[in-house]
């Protein structure tokens, strides 16, 4: 079955320091991979996506993702935290074929800590 | 506001009771999508639009449920006959034709007492 792990209900870091999100997928094929932002009573915002090309992607807000394919991992990362980046994180997957859907993980909250 | 528009917000309904959602898209966007998200879960694929015809459904999407998009802009999802486990959060996005992401809205609420 396709889905998506997100390994960690909750990431702690401290403002200043690297943080890393991370997910895995199984599906098979070469699929589209995005990362959104959930903050309280907001909807889900886009932050970055894989499609193909430089395995490295940047997106909003100074977050990149690492896309390693022999791995099938695609994590979230940020050099510099913020008190601000304190929210729901989502990871998702769109699997390659005559589908639309996204499947997503079940979510990871990162807290900073200033 | 240009972005992804949803109404209600919150909707409190008594069990068995029927109830309607509305979600305006991007306007250029002919591509719109419903999720379901309950707590603690990432949201879940209910069914897609294009322009006005729906193209996918989930087997979440009971025949209970119902969605229209009848000129390709905005769109409805009903529930009827609601039951306590359809209370969730109810997503809809849109988004460009090409393999873009979706812009999510804020989301309708729904509670079933």
């Known amino acids: 079955a396709q889905s998506v792990a997100q390994p960690e209900d909750q990431v702690n870091v401290a403002e200043g320091n690297p943080l890393t999100v991370k997910c895995t997928y199984s599906v098979s094929g070469n699929p589209y991979l995005f990362w959104y932002v959930q903050y309280p009573n907001r909807g889900l915002q886009f932050l970055l996506k894989y499609i193909t090309g430089d395995n490295l992607v940047k997106g909003s807000y100074g977050f990149e993702a690492e896309f390693n394919k022999s791995q099938t991992s695609f994590h979230l990362k940020k050099p510099s935290a913020l008190v601000s980046d304190s929210a729901l994180y989502f990871c998702a997957v769109r699997p390659p074929g005559a589908t639309n859907k996204l499947i997503f993980g079940t979510g990871t909250l990162l807290a900073v800590q200033p | 506001d240009t972005g992804v528009s949803q109404n209600p917000r919150h909707k409190i309904t008594k069990r068995g009771q029927n109830v309607t959602f509305r979600c305006d898209p991007i306007?250029?966007?002919?591509?719109l999508y419903w999720y379901r998200q309950t707590l603690g879960q990432g949201p879940e694929f209910l069914t897609y639009?294009?322009?006005?015809?729906?193209?996918?459904k989930s087997r979440l999407l009971s025949d209970r449920f119902s969605a229209e998009r009848p000129k390709g802009s905005f769109s409805t999802l009903e529930i009827q006959r609601t039951e306590q486990g359809d209370s969730a959060m109810y997503l809809c996005?849109?988004?460009?034709?090409?393999?873009?992401?979706?812009?999510f809205g804020q989301g309708t609420r729904l509670t079933v007492v």
């Open positions: 996005a849109s988004s460009l034709p090409t393999y873009t992401e979706a812009f």
């Open positions: 639009f294009q322009n006005e015809a729906q193209l996918e």
């Open positions: 306007s250029e966007h002919n591509r």
